[in-house]
């Protein structure tokens, strides 16, 4: 497979095209943002680690029946994943109140949310991502009914699968956010990435954040936490 033209430059990846119209590369980069890129900077390392990571996770997700993006990581910081149209949404789901749920709603952060919540966001940057409902969604025509559907069932299907594989390596999987794609035939498929950038992960017993959560509140210490995330998934914690 050949790298071709660069197609898109994100906050946290570059998408490549091939010589296969199906196969696009992803090429991690290690500059995070914040606030909707009114706080940058660099988490040495940070590239390769959310390569893995969202590779392992990923690849865990296919054994489980989730159709994703990955075809094959290809070194330390690509992967050649299915070429696929964005769903303009961000689904978060959320299991433990915090971030903007907690402040929007006036909840303590760290408190157990009796059932999970599932919000959905409009992939806007010049907007600042709005929170949109399923009305806002059928009116826009970001996505079709049927579309949706599985989207859901996809997400609270995931939410399960990794909760219950992240929980006996200590860490508590608070909350996440997905992207799903389109390939050419229509299919929905997992897209994007999961990794301590787009998912809250505390530390089972000490309640510890071991996410971008550091950098975006400047706790320090950002680097050990994305390399602890790595070290418990590949079996070294
Ligand atoms: P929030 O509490 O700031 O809305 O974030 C919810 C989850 O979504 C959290 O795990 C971080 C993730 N997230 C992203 O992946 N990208 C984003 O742009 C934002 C705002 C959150």
Not at 25 to 42: E, M, P, R, W
């Amino acid at each position: 497979m050949e790298k071709r033209v660069q197609l898109y430059e994100g906050k946290a990846k570059k998408v490549y095209a091939t010589d296969d119209k199906n196969i696009y590369i992803v090429s991690y980069k290690d500059d995070a943002t914040a606030f909707n890129g009114l706080k940058k900077g660099t988490i040495v390392g940070k590239g390769a680690i959310n390569n893995k990571v969202s590779n392992h996770l990923m690849g865990l997700l296919e054994k489980e029946g989730i159709p994703t993006h990955v075809v094959q990581e290809l070194n330390d910081r690509e992967t050649a994943v299915k070429a696929v149209t964005i769903v303009p949404l961000e689904v978060i789901i959320r299991n433990i109140a915090a971030g903007s749920l907690a402040k929007r709603l006036g909840l303590e952060e760290g408190l157990k949310l009796p059932s999970t919540v599932l919000e959905f966001c409009y992939k806007r940057d010049d907007l600042g991502d709005p929170l949109v409902n399923e009305s806002h969604i059928k009116a826009l025509n970001l996505a079709s009914e049927s579309e949706l559907l599985q989207i859901k069932a996809y997400s609270l299907k995931i939410n399960t699968i990794l909760g219950a594989y992240l929980l006996p390596l200590g860490i508590e999987l608070v909350d996440f956010k997905l992207e799903f794609g389109k390939t050419a035939d229509g299919t929905i498929i997992l897209a994007d990435e999961i990794s301590p950038d787009t998912c809250r992960f505390w530390d089972t017993s000490t309640h510890e954040k071991l996410d971008k959560d550091r950098f975006r509140r400047d706790l320090g210490k950002v680097e050990d936490a994305y390399n602890e995330i790595l070290s418990r998934l590949m079996g070294g914690a």
